[in-house]
């Protein structure tokens, strides 16, 4: 039997637990953040071709180890 639109969500979102390369998952980022900063991920989105989930992940990974 095909599984409702609930059912579908609720199996995606639990495998957002184990996603990615290292199966540490990946976590929802939900945040308001100013037109100029948006603007910038898109620049910087476009410059690299990349997306901007992809830009914010660069530069916090990049903040980490600037702390270590």
């Known amino acids: 039997m095909a599984q409702t ?3 579908r969500q609720a199996a995606y979102r639990a495998r957002r637990a184990t996603a ?3 199966g ?3 976590r929802r980022l939900s945040m ?3 037109t100029e900063a948006d603007l910038a991920l898109a620049r910087l989105a476009c410059r690299y071709s990349v997306t901007k989930r ?3 992940g660069s ?3 990049r903040g980490d180890r ?3």
């Open 5 to 7: 639109t609930a059912e």
């Open 20 to 22: 990615g390369n290292d």
């Open 24 to 26: 540490n998952g990946e």
């Open 32 to 34: 308001w953040v100013t």
């Open 54 to 56: 992809e830009i914010a």
């Open 59 to 61: 530069a916090g990974r």
């Open 66 to 68: 600037a702390q270590a």
